[in-house]
Each structure stands twice: as C-alpha cells, then as structure tokens.
C-alpha cells in the first residue's frame, strides 16, 4: 500500500507541476524516570546541529512504525516498543542535499525506550540528550512538534496517576 502511495503522490506531483508533500516518519522516544516522569530523547540534525526527533523516509517493505523504530536504531542507538499508531503528525520544509526545499508530513510514533545502546551506526554525527516534554518542546524548532510533544508528555503523565 505504502508503494502505491508515494507513487500515486509522485505521479499527481509531476501532472500538476506543484511540489507535493513527501513522507517521513518520526519516532517520540520516551521513558519514564525513577521518579516517575517522562522524559524525551532528542537528537541533533547531521547538518545543522538543531534539535530534532530520529526520523527518516519510509521503505516499501516496512510498516511506517517499522520505519520510525529503525531510524531511532540508526540515527541515536535506541530500541524498545514502538507504538503501531501514530500519536500526530506535524509539517516542515526540508532542505535535499541540491539545495532544493521539499515539504514534509511526518507522522510520529511513540517509542518507549528500553535500550540505549554505547555505540550506533550514526554516533559520531549526532548528539543525543534526555529532557523534559517542556524543554522538548522548546528545543525544537516547528511549533506544531513542539505543541505534539507536550500533548504527549501530558497524556503519559496522566496515564501514570
């Protein structure tokens, strides 16, 4: 299915000569304190520095969740359970590698984090840091994560009384 999507928005794409949005997929990676708490891991972008959530393009052959967990696995080291529904989707305009802009639709996929493996396949090109939702929200830079993000840490919190 996913297959006949990206090819059906390609096609629209090159008919109408407008950019469509293109696909990608985000994971929330979570886990709960001590104490407690939630707390979100962030990663920085390989090119700008900024602070963003792991994600990535889906491939044919995965589930859209399938492909959150991975790009959590390869981008910061982390495994655990990925949630199969999204928790949201928020919107940004993303620079390719020729200069060109592209608008994006990510969906986010909750991942409570069980494991945060020493060495992974991206850690020399990114860092990573647990925080509050609230500082998340503000580390980010598209208003629409930063509203998600909060959103959920208040349900976890919830969830947890």
């Not at 304190?33 to 044919?60: C, F, H, N, Q, Y």
């Not at 859209?64 to 928020?90: K, N, V």
Request: charged share 30%; proline share 3%.
């Amino acid at each position: 299915m996913l297959m006949n999507h990206n090819y059906l928005v390609e096609r629209l794409r090159r008919l109408f000569g407008a950019s469509a949005c293109r696909l990608q997929v985000a994971a929330l990676p979570w886990h709960r304190t001590a104490s407690g708490a939630i707390e979100i891991m962030l990663i920085t972008s390989r090119d700008t520095g900024r602070w963003v959530l792991p994600k990535g393009w889906p491939e044919e052959s995965e589930r859209l969740c399938e492909t959150a967990a991975r790009e959590a696995s390869e981008e910061a080291g982390l495994s655990g359970s990925i949630d199969t529904h999204e928790t949201g989707r928020y919107y940004y305009s993303k620079e390719l590698a020729g200069g060109e802009h592209v608008a994006c639709e990510v969906l986010v996929y909750p991942l409570e984090v069980r494991k945060v493996a020493e060495k992974w396949k991206e850690r020399r090109q990114r860092t990573r840091k647990w925080v509050t939702p609230g500082e998340a929200a503000r580390m980010v830079n598209e208003a629409d994560l930063g509203r998600l993000i909060l959103a959920f840490g208040a349900a976890q919190t919830r969830v947890a009384a």
